[in-house]
């Protein structure tokens, strides 16, 4: 089964910074990379598919990139209401798996 | 407004059984796959399972498979989990999450707010 890293595991910085967190896939998926937010003591939220397609409604300050193994959500500057744990699962087939998580706090 | 309300979490001895619901509202479900997945407390997010828009195609985590049963009623608009032999490290709050697209391999844009399941002698 493709493995999915994450890193870092956690991070943490000011308001007004930009921050990139990675993602590999042990194999390549192509595109079928998405990211998701949860934030504490809420269910997660979809901000992107397709490695870059941002989903209605996300701010723009939420980006991402990349494809085959390598990709990436960067969060141009970090707000406040940005905390969160940031997951991206890869779904191009069974298991849809997910990485460990990466938490984001404000420094 | 799309809705995803799990029910029947709770908590059970090792080695027993429990049943999980999903009942949806907002969308046609009978045209989307869906999915379960778990997260542990203070840990991450867990794929469990996935079924087909139809119910003909049943996907499962290596963790579960053998134990776990993914099923839906398109008439009663409800997904189901039945879990069996269940373990300690079963111990999460499950989601049931609808896809994107409809497609077995999706994104998750739709998520219940959880129900617990405590394994526990």
């Known amino acids: 089964d493709i493995q999915m890293t994450q890193s870092p595991t956690s991070l943490s910085a000011s308001v007004g910074d930009r921050v990139t967190i990675t993602c590999r896939a042990s194999?390549?998926?192509?595109?079928?990379l998405a990211w998701y937010q949860q934030k504490p003591g809420k269910v997660p939220k979809l901000l992107i598919s397709?490695?870059?397609t941002l989903q209605s409604g996300v701010p723009s300050r939420f980006s991402g990139s990349g494809s085959g193994t390598d990709f990436t959500l960067t969060i141009s500057s970090l707000q406040p209401e940005d905390v969160a744990t940031y997951y991206c699962?890869?779904?191009?087939?069974?298991?849809?798996?997910f990485g460990g998580g990466t938490k984001v706090e404000i420094k | 407004e799309v809705q995803l309300l799990e029910s029947g979490g709770g908590f059970v001895q090792p080695g027993g059984s429990l049943r999980l619901s999903c009942a949806v509202s907002g969308f046609t479900f009978s045209r989307y796959a869906m999915s379960w997945v778990r997260q542990a407390p203070g840990k991450g997010l867990e794929w469990v399972s996935s079924?087909?828009?139809?119910?003909?195609?049943?996907y499962y985590a290596d963790s579960v498979k053998g134990r776990f049963t993914i099923s839906r009623d398109n008439s009663k608009n409800t997904l189901y989990l039945r879990m069996n032999s269940l373990r300690a490290e079963d111990t999460a709050v499950y989601y049931c999450a609808k896809h994107l697209n409809g497609w077995s391999f999706d994104v998750f844009d739709i998520w219940g707010q959880g129900t617990m399941v405590t394994v526990s002698s």
């Open positions: 079924i087909s828009a139809g119910g003909g195609a049943t």
């Open positions: 397709a490695a870059s």
């Open positions: 699962q890869k779904y191009n087939s069974a298991p849809l798996t």
């Open positions: 194999q390549g998926i192509s595109l079928y």
